[in-house]
């Protein structure tokens, strides 16, 4: 395993597993339960304060589980538990994923009971995917589904993306990007994040730059000549007061340039409309207004609905966690075993049997008006299906990997093609219909 017990690489994350899925493991390979199952992934319910979730992470969770192994070093730990068989350990040295793996593409809009992803495999290969598996959807499709919120409030104006010191984990705060970037934010503050994800990266200085000068208009005019084209944060003190030292900033050297003003507290609006008018009566309208602290997507469309003369939102902490619905109601079942359909009963938590196929239906101007779960295979049915063959045999598909990496402009589609009242932000069921195919409709009814 990795030297450093603080981070979890890559080649460490076959043990990023519940202990019951290796014991489940050793169960099957000593009983000789080796046949073929299908696992669905999906979630039975909607947050209250969402009206459909983005999915995001599937992707990331496919190309990882063909990557799966466990080193001997692995296995040098396992058995220091005493639970495992030193046969079974053995075993487990030479797993391999070789079965199928199906995803919708990411920057999907999904709905309640909606396979998110089905896996075929060996009972055994499919059955060690599930922790984690549903970590790396969770996390990435609340994030998404949460800052997708965000970029609707903000009604086309850039969104970036402040969340990473009070995210939950460095992990998530990297992947989070990821999601953001899936979602439509325009950049982000975290490097790492940024670099990996390819999305742009924004931000200066903070309050404590200010600070360490002994005068604000000294330290705009220090920053200005570090960094031109920059933007100044002018709220340390008083923020009128700091649009004033920009304006005279740039009147005084005129080589200096500011591209923007940042405003981080106080009444956004009111002070992002005295900011405009001092810029403009200056001559500077070309400045930009970016606001941030402490934004949601409630604050932000209040802030658009009045017309404030904001350019740019800074989201952190709410986004960062999606605080109003920080989880989704995600489930990993299994629906198919050795050629047979499996249904759990248990109340509140029953799942459609078998493997699955989603379609979404599709008027004459091509918006979305609802959607059909089918059997995989059940013939008739002439919309276009949504889940794709992401891994075949253990394998990538190259041709369906370049299909999912266009999650960011397949949000921005689909988007436009959802039913307006699944836009709103306001708390609501959605009315969105999502029904079962005949075939389905007769299986789980004789189940």
């Known amino acids: 395993m990795t030297p450093t017990p603080y981070a979890v690489a890559d080649d460490d ?30 979630f039975r319910r909607l947050p209250p304060t969402r009206r459909f979730m ?67 495999a060996p009972i055994a290969e499919a059955q060690l995917l599930e922790s984690l598996t549903m970590n790396l959807v969770q996390l990435e499709t609340v994030l998404a589904s949460k800052a997708v919120r965000v970029v609707l409030a903000a009604g ?3 969104v970036v993306d402040f969340g990473l010191r009070r995210m939950h984990g460095i992990d ?23 670099l990996r994800h390819e999305l742009a990266l924004r931000g200066t200085m903070a309050h404590s730059y200010i600070l360490a000068h002994d005068d604000e208009g000294e330290a705009f005019r220090a920053f200005a000549r570090h960094y031109p084209a920059t933007t100044l944060l002018v709220d340390t003190h008083d923020t009128l ?19 923007a003003i940042r405003l981080d507290s106080g009444n956004l609006g009111e002070l ?16 930009r207004i970016i606001a941030s602290s402490g934004l949601d997507e409630w604050q932000i469309e209040a802030l658009v609905t009045a017309g404030a003369p904001i350019d740019v939102f ?21 629906v198919e075993y050795a050629g047979t359909p499996r249904l759990k009963h248990s109340p509140g938590k029953v799942n459609l049997p078998c493997r699955k196929q989603l379609y979404r239906q599709v008027d004459a101007r091509g918006r979305y008006v609802g959607d059909l779960i089918a059997l995989r295979d059940e013939a008739g049915i002439a919309c276009e299906p949504l889940l794709r063959p992401l891994v075949r045999n253990g394998d990538l598909s190259l041709e369906e990997m370049a299909l999912a990496d266009g999650a960011r402009k397949r949000t921005k589609e689909a988007l436009a093609r959802l039913p307006e009242a699944l836009l709103e932000l306001s708390p609501g069921e959605s009315d969105y219909p999502v029904s079962l195919s005949p075939g389905l409709e007769a299986l789980s009814r004789r189940l």
């Open 13 to 42: 994350l076959a043990l990023l597993t519940d202990l019951y899925q290796l014991t489940m493991l050793q169960a099957y390979w000593a009983e000789g339960m080796k046949e073929r199952a299908t696992f669905s992934l999906f």
């Open 54 to 120: 983005l999915a995001c992470g599937q992707q990331y969770a496919a190309e990882l589980a063909t990557r799966l192994r466990f080193s001997e070093a692995h296995l040098a730990s396992l058995a220091t538990t005493g639970i495992f068989d030193d046969a079974f350990l053995h075993w487990l040295g030479d797993w391999r994923f070789s079965g199928d793996i199906w995803t919708l593409p990411e920057g999907t809009p999904v709905f309640a009971n909606e396979p998110v992803m089905e896996v075929d």
């Open 156 to 158: 086309g104006r850039p």
């Open 172 to 194: 998530a705060a990297v992947r989070g990007v990821r999601a953001y970037r899936t979602a439509g934010l325009e950049g982000t503050s975290n490097v790492l994040g940024g």
């Open 241 to 259: 007061e700091g649009v004033r030292k920009v304006i005279a900033l740039m009147r005084d050297d005129p080589t200096l340039t500011v591209c």
């Open 272 to 287: 992002a409309r005295g900011a405009r008018r001092l810029l403009d009566e200056a001559g500077h309208a070309q400045v």
């Open 314 to 334: 800074g989201v952190g902490t709410e986004m960062g966690v999606s605080a109003d619905a920080p989880v989704i109601d995600l489930s990993y079942k299994l």
